[in-house]
Structures are given as structure tokens and as C-alpha cells.
């Protein structure tokens, strides 16, 4: 018989009914990289990502009195980060709504082949490509690939069943196939 196996959530929680700065610290040690992480994803911007993740730790210390985590803290934090993400990147696309998007639109309409195979210009199109998945199966994808989430994980923060984190995965990786398709070709016989 070897001995029992660490149980991170069940310290987590012991730590929080009996020793809450260390609970605190505990909690900040083990998940601010991966949430970091997370927050980026979404937002592209380290330093927005970091306040974020900043808030989301702000109300975990704000509410440890009555925090209850049904799921692990693993996936109750990854939730919190992404949606925290998710409210934030609705607000930019308001303020962006009101700015002059006109350099924007120039920049994209000068493409050139040699343009359209180089490193950015394919995430670009990567990144359009993940801009018209649903918003459902486009945060699924990117928890699984982006974030190394097992569907059990997602599943849990999302709160869906594991087979409808598979299926959000099959049907993204099926518009993804279909919106690349041509890039993909394009860089084939190019020989990038």
C-alpha cells in the first residue's frame, strides 16, 4: 500500500476555514500563473490581464467568509478569470465602437501573398478564424488549447457536461478546419 494521495483542493479548504492569509497566499502561489495565463488569452494585454486576475483574488478575500467552491479551485478560479476576461472585453469593444476604426481598415485591405504568409498575418487570420466560432464553443477551445483544461476541467468551471465539452470541441476544430483551409493551402504551395 503506498501512501494516500495529496489532495490540493481539501488543503485549499482546510486552510480556509482555519488559517485564511495562508489560505490566501496559498491559493496565489498555486494559480496566478495559470490564471495570468488564462486572462491573456482573451485579453492580449499582460497588464490588463494581471488586474484581472488581481480583481478576481480581490473578491475571493472580500467573500472567504461565505465562498463556497462546488467544483475544484482550479476550475472555480479559471471561471471566475474568464468571465472577469469576458466582462472586460465586452466593455473595450464598446469603447473601440466609438473610436475611428479607418487605420485599422487600411492595414488590413494592403495585403499582399508575401504578406499573408508571414507569422503575424497568419494569427491574424487564426484569430479571425476563432472570432467566428460561437462564443460557447470559441471559450471551449480555447480553455482545452490554449489553457491545457482536460474536458473534465472545463466541464466543471463551465458547468456543462463533459459531452457537450466534447461536442463544442468537435465543432470547433470543424470551422476551424474550414476557415484555415485555404491559409493552410496557400502556405503549402508557397512552401512555407
Known amino acids: 500500500m503506498g501512501s494516500p494521495v495529496p489532495n490540493p483542493d481539501q488543503?485549499?479548504?482546510?486552510?480556509?476555514?482555519?488559517?485564511?492569509?495562508?489560505?490566501?497566499?496559498?491559493?496565489?502561489?498555486?494559480?496566478?500563473g495559470l490564471l495570468c495565463r488564462t486572462a491573456v488569452r482573451f485579453t492580449k494585454d499582460t497588464e490588463a490581464a494581471e488586474d484581472l486576475v488581481q480583481e478576481v483574488f480581490c473578491k475571493i478575500w472580500q467573500n472567504r467568509e461565505v465562498l463556497e467552491v462546488t467544483t475544484s479551485y482550479k476550475a472555480y478560479l479559471v471561471r471566475s478569470v474568464t468571465n472577469q476576461s469576458l466582462n472586460?472585453?465586452?466593455?473595450?469593444?464598446?469603447?473601440?465602437?466609438?473610436?475611428?476604426?479607418?487605420?485599422?481598415?487600411?492595414?488590413?485591405?494592403?495585403?499582399?501573398?508575401?504578406d499573408l504568409v508571414e507569422g503575424s498575418e497568419m494569427e491574424i487570420k487564426v484569430q479571425q478564424a476563432l472570432a467566428v466560432l460561437p462564443p460557447q464553443c470559441r471559450l471551449v477551445f480555447e480553455m482545452s488549447r490554449f489553457e491545457e483544461l482536460t474536458y473534465k476541467e472545463i466541464a466543471e468551471s463551465?458547468?456543462?457536461?463533459?459531452?457537450?465539452?466534447?461536442?463544442?470541441?468537435?465543432?470547433?476544430?470543424?470551422?476551424?478546419?474550414?476557415?484555415?483551409?485555404?491559409?493552410?493551402?496557400?502556405?503549402?504551395?508557397?512552401?512555407?
Request: no cysteine; proline share 2%; glycine share 2%.
Open 158 to 192: 463551465l458547468q456543462i457536461s463533459p459531452k457537450t465539452v466534447e461536442n463544442q470541441m468537435g465543432k470547433a476544430l470543424r470551422i476551424l478546419r474550414e476557415r484555415l483551409l485555404s491559409l493552410l493551402l496557400l502556405a503549402f504551395f508557397i512552401g512555407v
Open 11 to 32: 488543503d485549499l479548504h482546510h486552510l480556509l476555514k482555519t488559517n485564511e492569509a495562508l489560505f490566501m497566499e496559498t491559493l496565489f502561489k498555486q494559480y496566478y
Open 88 to 114: 472586460y472585453l465586452e466593455k473595450q469593444k464598446r469603447m473601440v465602437l466609438t473610436e475611428d476604426t479607418s487605420p485599422f481598415e487600411e492595414a488590413f485591405s494592403a495585403n499582399t501573398t508575401m
